[in-house]
Nanobody, 125 residues
């Protein structure tokens, strides 16, 4: 089974940019599609972006469309999320997730099998 670990979170100001990484370790051959979700205090888990195993299909939530880039480097078993023009409403714990089998790319958290612990992103106004 693979393990996921996020990094790159922190405190930034509105309008700043931030890059997050999600490194897979362990049985990385079992990592297929990957995605980013976020959870703000008192709110449910929200889809942010997802990328297919080969990186050729990508989905983004409307809330981050135009100011986010998702990518992955399979040779390094790492996925990335770069966000620009950050807003206070982007404040949340950002979690990466991975599917353990080949399936259609999904925006639903229930379609992901491995999860990282999350990294806090705080955007001040």
């Amino acid at each position: 089974q693979a393990q996921l670990a996020e990094s790159g979170g922190g405190l930034v100001q509105a309008g700043d940019s931030l890059s997050l990484s999600c490194a897979a370790s362990g049985r990385t051959s079992g990592v297929y599609a990957m995605g980013w979700f976020r959870q703000a205090p008192g709110k449910g888990r929200e889809f942010v972006a997802a990328i297919s195993q080969r990186g050729d299909i990508q989905y983004r939530a409307a809330s981050v469309q135009g100011r986010s880039t998702i990518s992955r480097d399979n040779a390094k078993s790492t996925m990335f999320l770069r966000m620009t023009s950050l807003k206070p409403e982007d404040t949340a714990v950002y979690l990466c997730a991975a599917a353990n089998s080949a399936r259609p790319l999904s925006t639903e958290s229930t379609n992901y099998d491995f999860w990282g612990q999350g990294t806090q992103v705080t955007v001040s106004s």
